[in-house]
């Protein structure tokens, strides 16, 4: 569970860094 929170930290960085 731990990994996917922080799979979806990263994600979601990327994610902002795209906009």
Do not use: R
Request: net charge negative.
């Amino acid at each position: 569970m731990l990994t996917q929170i922080l799979l979806s930290g990263i994600w979601w960085s990327s994610w902002c860094h795209w906009e």
